[in-house]
């Protein structure tokens, strides 16, 4: 399988001193899609300012789509990689929701009867378009992490990168992000999310990578990861509800654990006993 | 009742839309309720409302009964109310305004002129019972996000008031530091028979702690009782917790599994002695 992206052995220092990553090595396949998960400051918002040349690393390397991103100037690494930051307010620059929209795509120089045709297509399927002409300083926090997603979606990048995409979104709007992120499976893209939300991982990646103390600590699938209580311990998680119950069940010997649990199997499997 | 509204409308100024709409909603000392609703239902205008920003703040248009520990906030200043409701937001930045914890407990005694003897006895309790003394002389900016917000309860508890409303406390937190806040919060209910108002999208971490569950859509008041009796009745407006699902579909299929549980440990336990071996 083609790399989306190869980070190998980085360490990365901050100018203050502080040691953010330290040697970090990872490879994302083309069209899959992952989450970084950790505690806050185990240096997951700092790996992935690297996928799009902001950060370049202290030593080490980071190849992007074959490319070196010490090599090649941001303007080329963000055309292939977008990335929606946790804090919207960090991203959000236009006089209004449409031109926040428009402005990456003018930028590449798509032509303007793409540009019309899918800010509008973006800002419909983010339930913005109502808001086209407001600025978009005057939308909610769920609304302006949902425009700075329209934005990264709507000029197409390959790989897409999301800082905690479900953060102070509702019940709904998380099922609204849930269905972008089928969309940009049946795109093929590459997707990597850095998020808490065990939930939304479950139903979306293909792989986790647990961070802590600016290292990779382990990789699993979420079957695997989100099963193992002292794994994510390590790294300031918690298996999901429905993980504890299962986990519970096991060790009593009503429910055997395989993959991640459904919720209609462990019924199934706890009826099948009391029939007994 | 501690806090009680009744027939509650309200709108922006410079708006014709009413965001609230004959909204009743009631919390009682020592109860711990959890506000809940899609984005733009209404709930942080409520709270806005609790603590007496609206109308004293915003302004706009408030109709309706409201005694908030005996007070109107439309008769009351924001200080006076102040004394009575403690307001946390769902950024600690927004609230953290020193550059020393401690100065930052004592801030708001010593804005409501409280005697200096009176403020060191409630910032050194502070510090005991939140756990801060490790970082009384650290400056907020540099904590992390849980230990920020650990900070600004305890910043609003010195003040002693009878409700705490809180706005998203935990949407920028891990769900270990989240859990812990809600626990907090949930400790000082009982040690202090405060009432709490908490508004939070994630029911997985707040289902364990609340006593009570509101949910608003629309600006109205949709559901309102028992948390998992509401789950069942607006499951489709906040989502139904895993383990309640898997609660109600054995329910359902006979087994006496007693009360709804509000851990899965607990769900686990209940099964268990339904199966009758341990």
């Not at chain 1, 800002?123 to 909610?140: A, C, E, G, N, T």
């Not at chain 2, 917790?241 to 109600?248: G, Q």
Request: charged share 25%; with cysteine; glycine share 8%.
């Amino acid at each position: 399988m083609d790399a989306a992206i190869v980070v190998d052995r980085v360490h990365y220092v901050y100018p203050g001193g502080v040691e953010a990553l330290r040697g970090v090595s990872l490879r994302v396949a083309k069209g899959e899609f992952i989450a970084i998960m950790g505690e806050n400051g185990s240096g997951k918002t700092t790996l992935i300012k690297h996928f799009n040349g902001v950060l370049k690393p202290s030593s080490g390397r980071v190849v992007v789509d074959g490319v070196d991103t010490r090599k090649a100037p941001i303007s080329v690494l963000s055309r292939k990689v977008g990335l929606v930051f946790q804090n919207p307010d960090h991203q959000i620059f236009s006089e209004t929701v449409w031109e926040e929209v428009a402005f990456p795509m003018r930028n590449y120089g798509f032509p303007e009867e793409v540009v019309e045709e899918r800010v509008e297509r973006y800002l419909r399927i983010m339930q913005l378009y109502k808001y086209r002409d407001r600025s978009p300083f005057l939308l909610s926090l769920g609304e302006k992490k949902r425009l700075t997603i329209a934005a990264v979606l709507a000029y197409d990048p390959e790989i897409i990168v999301l800082d905690e995409p479900t953060a102070g979104q509702d019940y709904l709007q998380k099922e609204q992000i849930s269905g972008i992120m089928n969309l940009l499976r049946t795109m093929g893209k590459t997707v990597i999310v850095v998020t808490h939300d065990v939930e939304f991982v479950v139903q979306h990646v293909d792989r986790i990578v647990l961070m802590s103390q600016g290292r990779v600590i382990a990789e699993a699938p979420p079957s695997k990861a989100l099963t193992d209580p002292s794994l994510l311990a390590r790294a300031r998680l918690m298996p999901p509800h429905l993980a504890r119950l299962a986990i519970q069940l096991s060790r009593r010997g009503v429910y055997s654990l395989s993959g991640y649990p459904e919720i209609g199997d462990v019924v199934d499997q706890v009826l099948k006993r009391w029939a007994r | 009742m501690l806090a009680e509204l009744r027939g509650v409308s309200y709108r922006y100024p410079s708006s014709n839309a009413w965001v609230l709409e004959d909204v009743d909603f009631h919390v009682d000392s020592g109860e711990y309720v959890l506000l809940a609703g899609p984005s733009g239902c209404g709930k942080s205008t409520l709270a806005r409302i609790l603590n007496g920003l609206i109308p004293n703040f915003y302004g706009g248009t408030l109709r309706g009964f409201i005694s908030i520990d005996g007070k109107d906030p439309r008769s009351t200043p924001t200080y006076r109310m102040a004394l009575s409701v403690g307001f946390v937001f769902q950024n600690p930045e927004n609230q953290l305004f020193f550059s020393d914890v401690e100065r930052e407990l004592a801030f708001g005694l010593e804005n409501l002129g409280v005697d200096p003897g009176e403020i060191r006895r409630r910032v050194e309790e502070a510090i005991r019972e939140y756990g801060l003394e490790g970082i009384r002389h650290r400056s907020p900016s540099e904590l992390s996000g849980g230990q920020k917000q650990k900070v600004a309860i305890a910043s609003v508890m010195v003040m002693e008031p009878k409700l705490l409303v809180l706005d998203e406390p935990t949407a920028n937190l891990d769900p270990l530091s989240a859990v812990k806040i809600l626990g907090l919060v949930k400790r000082e209910v009982l040690r202090k028979n405060i009432g709490v108002v908490v508004i939070e999208h994630r029911l997985e971490l707040a289902l364990p702690y609340v006593d009570r569950m509101v949910v608003m859509k629309d600006g109205r008041v949709v559901a309102e009782g028992d948390p998992y009796v509401v789950v069942e009745e607006a499951g489709e407006v906040v989502g139904v917790p895993a383990i309640f699902d898997v609660y109600r579909r054995l329910v359902r299929a006979g087994l006496a599994l007693g009360n709804p549980p509000r851990t899965p440990e607990e769900l686990a336990a209940k099964i268990m002695a339904v199966l009758g071996d341990g």
